[in-house]
């Protein structure tokens, strides 16, 4: 069952999309719909569960606009497995949409990854205490003997503490003492010699005509868990052996069965899958005439199309069905047209979306608003160096006049034009701190500066050709 407060209502989720992405309000409204209609899924009868299905998003709109970060987003914030794929990539020579299952098992990947962090995070403190005494072990080694009496020259004779009466004792309260200073992190730098174990057979080559990746790390899955595991040596500080034999002991403490079936019904229940470039695949083929690589196009929508209606596909984790995987598609469409797809893929897509090109005043909002712009994170970047760098309004304003002038002279690639334009206006700067610019600098970035440095950007066509 999807747990509730895992998922926001539409209102709730929209308001998170704001907070890092400016405009697209009706994209935004869409998906938020389609990510609120999971958990009201599986709220539903049970009878009913089966009949609903997902309604798909078509995104048109151009380069830069926000149609993946809006995906990515959504995902991130359902807490769900997302992957992304192009959908020329199945246009490849020797592709020809062969394998465009490989998204469907990227999915369940990202899924089982999910569910083994969550696994470990629940075993970490049982793990830890595994490692502890694994490290205790190298340090001090227990004593097998526990009836030979300590010699009296110990001089616990003036301690307050009782006088341990065998080496056991001695033993058990040495390696207590022991186990603070690990705790406390004073013995960090100490170096030990753990066993740690390794594959039997790290690589063995598979070569088959017509077999893909997948198979290929199928078979030297299968062979390598066939041969046993060997353990070697290291010497390594105990702050690395921590982290080492962390991951190695919660392991242990995961059940593989368990992770793997929650996860194939977290990537059925909950999956994302975004395909980017669909406008690439599309063509007048669909229409009935053409040859060569508009043949090729059809094809791959020929089979993307029963994994987006619906099939079952095998994993090397199990058999996932894609029935309510939300798929969601984006194009351009600048050539070809959603039109140009052929019917049953246009008809797996029953929400469109376009997507608006960005103004002067979305890249002055993009600049100031998100909490991941641009201009905070090279903030954080140059006060890593103590140096505090600051940007007034008039200077985001300009910054976004100019970045809109380049996009509309030379190609229109979107917000991604601000990572040009703020690169060209601050790469000095980076490169003299520290050297030049030291610690507790301020650097405000005015009007006239970013006229100064980029005034050439919309001048110099030439020169904006080579900007991307």
Same mark, same amino acid.
């Given at each position: ?48 569960q ?47 949409g ?29 793990a ?116 080492? +034999? #962390?991951?190695? %002991?919660?392991?242990? &403490?995961?059940?593989? =069965? !368990?992770?793997? *079936?929650?996860?194939?019904?977290k /990537? ?16 007048a083929?669909?229409k ?49 047209k ?5 019917p ?12 608006n ?23 954080? +970047? #140059?006060?890593? %160096?103590?140096?505090? &760098?600051?940007?007034? =309004? !008039?200077?985001? *304003?300009k910054?976004?006049?100019? /970045? ?65």
């Amino acid at each position: 069952m999807i747990d509730s407060s895992q998922y926001l209502t539409p209102a709730q989720i929209v308001a998170e999309l704001d907070k890092y992405i400016i405009g697209q309000h009706d994209a935004k409204r869409n998906v938020a719909i389609a990510l609120r209609n999971r958990w009201r899924r599986m709220h539903a009868p049970l009878e009913m569960q089966k009949e609903i299905v997902p309604n798909n998003i078509l995104m048109i709109g151009a380069t830069g606009v926000g149609k993946t970060e809006i995906a990515r987003r959504l995902a991130s914030i359902a807490d769900a497995p997302f992957t992304k794929v192009e959908a020329s990539k199945f246009t490849e020579v020797g592709y020809v949409g062969r394998d465009v299952e490989s998204m469907v098992r990227d999915l369940v990947e990202q899924s089982v990854n999910m569910v083994r962090i969550k696994k470990k995070e629940e075993v970490k403190q049982q793990a830890a205490q595994a490692v502890e005494d694994i490290i205790l072990d190298a340090l001090i080694p227990p004593v097998s003997q526990p009836n030979n009496r300590v010699s009296s020259t110990l001089g616990y004779q003036n301690n307050e503490e009782k006088e341990p009466e065998t080496d056991q004792e001695l033993n058990e309260r040495t390696r207590e003492k022991f186990r603070l200073m690990i705790r406390n992190g004073e013995l960090d730098e100490r170096k030990i010699e753990i066993k740690v174990s390794q594959s039997a057979a790290p690589g063995i080559g598979v070569m088959a005509p017509g077999m893909d990746d997948v198979s290929m790390m199928n078979i030297q899955e299968m062979i390598g868990g066939m041969l046993p595991k060997k353990s070697k040596k290291r010497k390594v500080t105990i702050a690395e052996a921590r982290k080492i +034999l #962390l991951d190695e %002991e919660a392991a242990k &403490l995961i059940d593989m =069965d !368990e992770v793997k *079936e929650e996860a194939i019904k977290k /990537a059925e229940n909950a999956g994302v899958i975004f395909i980017d470039e669909i406008d690439k695949v599309a063509s007048a083929a669909s229409k009935g005439g053409g040859g060569g690589p508009d043949v090729s196009r059809e094809g791959v929508q020929r089979d993307l199309l029963p994994i987006v209606e619906g099939s079952s596909v095998n994993t090397k984790y199990g058999v996932i069905n894609t029935d309510h995987i939300l798929f969601i598609a984006a194009g351009a469409f600048h050539v070809a047209k959603p039109s140009d797809l052929i019917p049953e893929l246009q008809g797996r897509f029953p929400i469109r979306v376009e997507l608006n090109s960005l103004t002067k005043d979305d890249f002055y909002q993009i600049l100031k608003f998100p909490k991941n712009a641009l201009t905070k994170q090279y903030e954080a +970047l #140059l006060k890593a %160096e103590n140096v505090t &760098l600051t940007f007034n =309004d !008039e200077a985001l *304003e300009k910054i976004a006049e100019i /970045a809109f002038e380049v996009n509309a002279e030379v190609e229109n690639i979107g917000a991604r034009r601000l990572h040009t334009v703020m690169s060209r206006l601050l790469n000095d700067f980076l490169f003299d701190v520290p050297d030049k610019i030291g610690a507790n600098a301020h650097i405000a970035v005015t009007k006239e500066m970013v006229e100064e440095r980029l005034s050439d950007m919309v001048k110099n066509r030439d020169l904006s050709q080579y900007i991307l």
